[in-house]
């Protein structure tokens, strides 16, 4: 049995017009037609309906569907209840996760990764709240419940919000619900149900043939002595509605037999594919990776005495590697200091100066000043502020006879952007820090793009060149 479930949301921002009674035995109806199918039922409402139908006596429940949206697997918030229907247990205090939820198609992605087989029938707030687009935006099919015109009205919001995301609707349709039989208009409209149908095609809806009448036997099965409530399929066997339940399962068990692939099927294929393309894509960064410190020589990736401390990039993309923490604050500090003067590392001016670059990341670029070749130091922090900026008379560049850290400087410009070149475009090194313990997370989609921002950032700081 595939792990990918098959969703069928029940959404209307009417209340009151069946969405709960509809969920909860649609799912009754399912497991009993399709004894091998698992069927699991859950709301985002906070009523309890599901709760007080579904609970086995004695059963102590374990998470609820907050757990489910806070990233808990679908799988381990099951709970087998009555009629052979899973439930996932209701909760209270879903209105101050919805801040929390991460975006509309958060539950799209659970399904999909949920491991949570056979169909899945969700009950909803009546609004259009997070859950609520998650909930639709998750689902093979959407039954919207309408049982007059206020109700079909408000349909239109569903639509709309499907048109702004450019969502297919076909997985959205309108059902009749607690419609009057009694109810007989004369002319074209015979009935309540014939009169919404016309509406609702009119307007450009689709809508099922099959509706649920109202029926006051149905409506009875939650007001009883036992505080229960009780399903349609046990204890409104000889009403209409029993028999319209049966239409309508078995118009989605068609459904589903005609499914190609299901929503958390494709969701799912496509978490797979962007897993793939993530892995090449940090494979290839890692290849590109050089060896060796660009300062020190030494190798730069698990080298226990020299750990590397910043990860370096030229503007072009080039070449790239790790730089030993070490070999680069020793640079920098001899770099910020005026020429000529030294810093033993215990001096609390050195650990001061370390302390304010420790974050920063820093952009190194030759220019040509005249006939002299220099080097424009920049630093940013992380958020992006320009914190140094100067230039740094650079001969050794050039190749003649410089003093030693100019040298150094000027080394670590050749053996990554090359001497070739000098002033032109994106000729520029970005040195970045990174966790010694895990340095080449920073080719990791995020970090990375994390990354490319601030590079990015950088070179806007760079844009006005400075002037002497
Ligand atoms: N087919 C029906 N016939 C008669 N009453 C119904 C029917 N379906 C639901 N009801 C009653 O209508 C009320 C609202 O139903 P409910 O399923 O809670 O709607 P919603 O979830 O949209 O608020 C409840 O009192 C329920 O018993
Ligand atoms: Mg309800």
Redesign the pocket.
């Known amino acids: 049995m595939s792990q990918h479930p098959y969703v069928i949301t029940i959404s ?1 921002e ?9 969920a909860t035995n649609l799912a009754i109806f399912l497991k009993a037609m399709r004894e091998d199918l698992s069927v699991t039922v859950f709301s985002f ?1 906070n009523h309890f ?1 599901v709760d007080k139908m579904f609970a086995l006596p004695g059963q102590h429940p374990h998470g609820t569907v907050a757990e489910l949206l806070s990233g808990t697997p679908g799988r381990d918030l099951l709970h087998t209840g009555q009629y052979g229907v899973n439930y996932i247990p209701s909760s209270n205090v879903l209105s101050e996760l919805r801040s929390s939820v991460q975006g509309p198609m958060f539950l799209a992605r659970l399904m999909a990764t949920s491991c949570i087989p056979g169909i899945i029938v969700i ?1 909803t707030r ?1 609004e259009l709240d997070i859950l609520t687009q998650n909930a639709l935006y998750a689902a093979d099919q959407v039954l919207i ?1 309408v049982k007059d015109m206020a109700s079909l009205e408000n349909c239109r919001n569903i639509f709309t919000l499907f048109d702004s995301r450019g969502l297919d609707k076909k997985s959205l349709a309108l059902i009749p ?2 419609v009057d039989s009694r109810v007989k208009f004369d002319g074209m409209f015979r009935d309540q149900r014939t009169l919404l149908k016309a509406f609702a095609i009119n307007r450009g809806y689709r809508c099922l043939d099959t509706y ?5 036997k ?2 009875s ?2 007001t009883n002595p036992d505080g229960r409530i009780f399903p349609i399929l046990t204890h409104a066997r000889g009403t209409d ?1 029993f028999g319209q339940f049966v239409q309508l399962t078995r118009l989605m068990l068609a459904a589903l037999r005609g499914l190609k692939e299901s929503r958390a099927q494709q969701f799912s294929a496509w978490l797979n594919a962007e897993d793939e393309r993530r892995n090449a894509a940090f494979a290839s960064r890692r290849a590109a990776v050089k060896a060796h410190c660009p300062i020190c020589g030494s190798p730069s990736l698990d080298n226990v005495n020299h750990p590397p401390g910043l990860y370096y990039e030229t503007g072009d993309g080039g070449s790239r590697g790790f730089i030993n923490g070490d070999c680069f604050s020793d640079l920098i500090t001899a770099l910020l200091l005026p020429s000529g003067s030294s810093l033993s590392p215990s001096d609390p001016l050195s650990t001061l100066l370390l302390d304010a670059t420790a974050a920063a990341t820093f952009l190194i670029r030759p220019v040509q000043n005249g006939a002299a070749a220099q080097m424009e130091l920049m630093a940013i922090d992380p958020g992006g502020k320009q914190i140094i900026r100067q230039r740094i008379a650079c001969y050794g560049y050039e190749g003649s006879i410089t003093n030693r850290r100019e040298a150094r400087l000027a080394h670590l410009v050749n053996v990554t952007i090359g001497a070739q070149g000098l002033g032109q475009e994106g000729s520029f090194l970005i040195v970045h820090p990174v966790n010694p313990r895990a340095p080449e997370s920073i080719l990791q989609e995020e970090s990375y793009r994390s990354f490319r921002k601030l590079r990015q950032r950088c070179m806007e700081h760079l844009a006005p060149a400075v002037t002497q």
Do not use: E, H, M, Q
């Open positions: 209307s009417k209340g009151g017009v069946g969405k709960t009674t509809l409402d309906t009950d009546p419940p619900c607690l649920i009448a109202k029926s006051p149905v409506d099965l939650n509605v």
